[in-house]
């Protein structure tokens, strides 16, 4: 089953507006990473934040992760239209050697 | 330069015929993955090589044969193709499994119809 869960499954907003996506997970982590996928390419790694860690910015992203809940964020500040991709969380469970579940990601995307 | 490059980047064929997609990463990394992405987005771990040692084998049918001729290739062999097999395949590398080693450089994709 699907380790990673993202909501809301599609997402749209304006240009300068804020994103946010969550995203819920099952077992115990080793860190969580977000990644995005623009139509027809591959992923790209964003920000990854290990277990011990409640809160990290990169740039306009800011990724939070509450492991009592088993569920983290990504912030996608003052957005622009490039943007508009799938955005997909992933863990590393703490039982796993390098395996990585992805989630069925958020689909953003921003109007000029 | 690519950092991960895979190839053909599109694969149109019949049910019931083999093929092969291959991939190869110029970072240096220790660990290669293929996954298969369905027409949801859903994107699910098949295999994982970490220097040319199978470490991961998700429950994918035995018609996928992995092979890693060095740490630097990934291919992947698919035989008796069926009409499930549709998909998009990726490649991707890491550093390695461990903590903060497993960021994964994903490729551009392979995207596998059967007909």
């Known amino acids: 089953s699907q380790q990673g869960e993202e909501d809301p499954q599609a997402l749209s907003i304006q240009e300068g507006e804020n994103a946010t996506m969550n995203c819920s997970y099952k077992t115990s982590i080793n860190n969580l990473q977000w990644y995005r996928q623009n139509s027809g390419r591959g992923l790209v790694h964003l920000i990854l934040i290990r277990s011990n860690e409640r809160e990290k910015h990169s740039g306009r992203l800011r990724v939070t992760l509450d492991t009592s809940k088993k569920s983290s964020s990504l912030l996608i500040t003052a957005s622009r239209a490039a943007d508009t991709a799938s955005y997909f969380c992933?863990?590393?469970?703490?039982?796993?050697?390098?395996?990585?579940?992805f989630g069925a990601g958020t689909q953003v995307v921003v109007t000029p | 330069d690519t950092a991960v490059s895979q190839t053909p980047k599109y694969l149109v064929t019949q049910m019931g015929n083999d093929k092969s997609i291959k991939c190869e990463q110029n970072?240096?990394?220790?660990?290669m993955y293929w996954y298969k992405q369905d027409s949801k987005k859903f994107l699910k771990i098949m295999f994982s090589?970490?220097?040319?040692?199978?470490?991961i084998n998700e429950t994918v049918p035995n018609r996928f044969s992995p092979k890693s001729p060095d740490k630097a290739h990934l291919n992947l062999h698919i035989n008796s193709l069926e009409l499930g097999d549709s998909a998009v395949y990726f490649c991707a590398s890491s550093q390695g499994g461990g903590l903060a080693k497993n960021i994964q450089y994903f490729g551009a994709g392979t995207r596998l119809s059967v007909l």
């Open positions: 992933a863990t590393h469970s703490t039982d796993s050697w390098g395996k990585l579940q």
């Open positions: 090589y970490n220097n040319k040692e199978l470490i």
């Open positions: 970072l240096g990394h220790d660990t």
